[in-house]
Nanobody, 125 residues
Framework: QVQLVESGGGLVQTGGSLRLSCAASGLTFSRYSMAWFRQAPGKEREFVGAISWPGGLRRYYADSVKGRFTISRDNAKNTVYLQMNSLNAVDTAIYYC?????????????????WGQGTQVTVSS
């Protein structure tokens, strides 16, 4: 049974930082592209960032987070991370990690086979 478990969310002030983690089990982690999506209240789920398999040679980001967020992976720990800096109110959302075998079309949610339950990130002014 595949499980993706996110952690690291919470309440942070504008300009602050958070590091999200997503621990995977039940799959060969190094053979999956990993991604982060987010969903704000009243909005559709949107792509945040993705990292290719096996070693994370390719990384992609939404324009809204480029230069502020960094995605990385540790295959030895079956974990993907999202370092978020310079947070502001528009980053408030539930953040989900996802795993998929495809090594292309990273922004498409339909390309991912497994999803976590999400972790809440709230940025206050």
């Amino acid at each position: 049974q595949v499980q993706l478990v996110e952690s690291g969310g919470g309440l942070v002030q504008t300009g602050g930082s958070l590091r999200l983690s997503c621990a995977a089990s039940g799959l060969t982690f190094s053979r999956y592209s990993m991604a982060w999506f987010r969903q704000a209240p009243g909005k559709e789920r949107e792509f945040v960032g993705a990292i290719s398999w096996p070693g994370g040679l390719r990384r992609y980001y939404a324009d809204s987070v480029k230069g502020r967020f960094t995605i990385s992976r540790d295959n030895a720990k079956n974990t993907v991370y999202l370092q978020m800096n310079s947070l502001n109110a528009v980053d408030t959302a539930i953040y989900y990690c996802a795993a998929g075998r495809a090594n292309s079309d990273y922004v498409q949610a339909g390309k991912y086979d497994y999803w976590g339950q999400g972790t809440q990130v709230t940025v206050s002014s």
